[in-house]
């Protein structure tokens, strides 16, 4: 098992940046297929971002394709989201999550079976 605790919210302005932390602990962190999502209240949770175990293989949601980017530190046990050039609707809460059985990057979060309790990022205009 896998324990994650995402940090790095905040308000920021439009155009500005953020970065989020995923910290995780428990089984061996380079095990994990790593993803972030985000929700806000009354839609569907949305897919971000994805990066294999190794780091070699990141995805991205066409919404956020140039604008974020997805990393990892294996031996820090940390994956992070670096988001810049922000939008009102980038405003979500931003959830990281972990698969064991996943050796891709997969947008589906049914393919995820750990998750954090997430981290709320607000963009002003």
């Known amino acids: 098992q896998v324990s994650l605790v995402e940090s790095g919210g905040g308000l920021v302005q439009a155009g ?10 428990g ?9 972030w999502f ?13 990066i294999s175990r190794s780091g070699a293989s990141t ?4 919404s956020v394709k140039g604008r974020f980017t997805i990393s990892r530190d294996n031996a820090k046990n940390t994956m ?6 922000l939008k009102p609707e980038d405003s979500a809460v931003y959830y990281c999550a972990a698969s064991s059985l996943l050796f891709r ?9 750990y998750w954090g309790q997430g981290t709320q990022v607000t963009v002003s205009s």
């Open 27 to 35: 089984r061996t962190f380079s095990t994990y297929s790593m993803a």
């Open 16 to 25: 500005g940046s953020l970065r989020l932390s995923c910290a995780a602990s």
């Open 80 to 85: 992070y989201l670096q988001m810049n050039s």
């Open 105 to 113: 990057t997969s947008p589906s979060h049914s393919e995820y079976d």
């Open 59 to 62: 995805y991205y949601a066409d």
């Open 38 to 50: 985000r929700q806000v209240p009354g839609k569907e949770r949305e897919f971000v971002a994805a």
